[in-house]
């Protein structure tokens, strides 16, 4: 079984925005129910967004990143991805991406004043 793996993060100023993406290698992707996972220091990791394999079932948001944060899915593609506006200081974590069998390794996400 091959990681997901996740891209996309950096540095960004407070109040921008940036784009995650997970390519997702298992053939159960189709079927499963994908999420995002964050981490900051010293932390534990928390689940801040998931999504339904189909369209029977509205994506799950954390109440911190509810209105501002948007999980997105291509299953042609095997990709998730997470575009994220608005970003406060808070929001500085390493992302990591849940295939529903596997994590990724994250990436980094560092939002500074």
């Known amino acids: 079984q091959v990681q997901p793996v996740e891209s996309g993060g950096g540095l960004v100023q407070a109040g921008g925005s940036l784009r995650l993406s997970c390519a997702v290698s298992?053939?159960?992707?189709?079927?499963?129910?994908v999420g995002w996972y964050r981490q900051g220091p010293g932390e534990a990791r928390v689940l801040i967004a998931d999504i339904s394999p189909g369209p029977g079932r509205s994506p799950y948001y954390a109440d911190s990143v509810k209105g501002r944060f948007t999980i997105s899915r291509d299953n042609a593609k095997k990709m998730v991805f997470l575009q994220m506006t608005s970003l406060k200081l808070e929001d500085t974590a390493r992302y990591y991406c849940?295939?529903?069998?596997?994590w990724g390794q994250g990436t980094q996400v560092t939002v500074t004043v």
């Open positions: 298992g053939s159960y992707f189709n079927f499963a129910r």
């Open positions: 849940y295939d529903g069998s596997d």
